[in-house]
């Protein structure tokens, strides 16, 4: 059974950090692209950085390029996101899926990780 458990959100001040895991099981994560995406509130679900098998690649969403970044350990099962310079329009709900900039079929939305960033 396939499942991500995203965690590491919180209640953080604008500038501050936060990083963000995703475990995964129930599939060979080493072989899958992995991606983290946001849901402000009101706002449509968008794809905020992506990563290849490997971590050799990494793409980010114009608006966290440079602040945010992305890695992952395949002997973890793990992907994360390292959240710096924080600002208020990051509040959200952040998910991981699988896949490369674009949703696969292989998982499903998990319950994501709420992140607050407010003063």
């Known amino acids: 059974q396939v499942q991500l458990v995203e965690s590491g959100g919180g209640l953080v001040q604008p500038g501050g950090s936060l990083r963000l895991s995703c475990t995964a099981s129930g599939f060979t994560f080493s072989t899958y692209a992995m991606s983290w995406y946001r849901q402000a509130p009101g706002k449509e679900r968008e794809v905020v950085a992506s990563i290849n098998t490997r971590g050799s690649s990494t793409n980010y969403a114009d608006s966290v390029k440079g602040r945010f970044t992305v890695s992952r350990d395949n002997a973890k099962n793990t992907v994360y996101l390292q959240m710096n310079s924080l600002k208020p329009e990051d509040t959200g709900v952040y998910y991981c899926?699988?896949?490369?900039?674009?949703?696969?079929?292989?998982?499903?939305w998990g319950q994501g990780t709420q992140v607050t960033v407010s003063s």
């Open positions: 899926r699988t896949g490369y900039w674009v949703p696969t079929t292989s998982s499903s």
